[in-house]
């Protein structure tokens, strides 16, 4: 019980139990769409990784300033001055590395993440896509078509060259995971391998003028025989009328 009285033992009861609390809401709260990519596990698991340590690591903080403030306060009619205290090298230098450490081994891990879901793939399809205020074209290089919707094959890996016309926008679907700014004036690329059939939101979010809100395109992930029927009928229209299906 005397064990329980010391301001070290007391830190590290806190930190347990607020950093245990939050690493459970964290793991269990379905903060994120669903996976519908192959990006979307690993980039998942890293960000529950970070959460969890962000989630000690806070609960650290406050832990040490709840017993600093209770068990070091000054007490009633104590009216003496506090004991000098010119700084602790060994503290300092400890706070300072174990930061230094977790954040270089965040980006250690983070690169590994990124660059395992960047490598290139057999037999990926290339899409040129556009942004331009406030809409989205979509270039098929097999087969050839533009369209105002974005179709792809499920499993199929696909590498996108993105690009902007006028202002800066951004190609995000929230469950590819895979975000990436189109910058005008520069062809910047995102590589995405969708693993499940269903429609989704291409959404710009990088402001882009008054009709930012508005620009949205639709992303369809569906069967081969279901892509070619589509890409049939695009192609059609867009030799009839001319222009993008």
């Excluded at 269903?198 to 620009?215: D, K, P, V």
Aim: with cysteine; hydrophobic share 45%; net charge neutral.
């Amino acid at each position: 019980m005397r064990n329980l009285r010391n301001p070290y033992v007391q830190v590290v009861i806190w930190t347990l139990g607020i950093g245990t609390a939050f690493t459970a809401i964290v793991l269990t709260v379905p903060w994120l769409p669903s996976e519908s990519s192959t990006a979307a596990n690993p980039i998942d698991t890293l960000y529950d990784v970070l959460a969890v340590i962000s989630s000690y690591v806070f609960a650290l903080v406050v832990s040490i300033m709840l017993v600093s403030v209770i068990h070091f306060r000054r007490r009633h009619n104590d009216l003496s001055d506090g004991e000098p205290i010119h700084g602790n090298t060994t503290v300092e230098a400890v706070w300072t590395a174990i930061p230094a450490l977790l954040m270089v081994g965040a980006a250690v891990y983070s690169g590994l993440v990124l660059a395992d879901i960047e490598e290139t793939k057999a037999n990926t399809q290339e899409v040129r896509i556009t942004g331009q205020q406030f809409a989205w074209v979509f270039e098929y290089q097999s087969p050839k078509l533009k369209a105002g919707e974005l179709h792809l094959v499920k499993d199929t890996p696909y590498h996108f060259e993105l690009k902007a016309k006028d202002v800066l926008h951004s190609f995000w679907v929230p469950q590819f995971r895979m975000k990436k700014d189109a910058v005008p004036g520069i062809t910047t690329d995102v590589r995405v391998t969708p693993t499940r059939n269903g429609t989704y939101t291409l959404a710009c979010t990088e402001l882009c003028g008054l009709g930012h809100a508005t620009m949205r395109a639709r992303v369809v992930v569906e069967d081969q025989a279901a892509f070619d029927k589509w890409a049939a009928q695009a192609k059609k229209i867009q030799n009839e009328i001319g222009g993008v299906s």
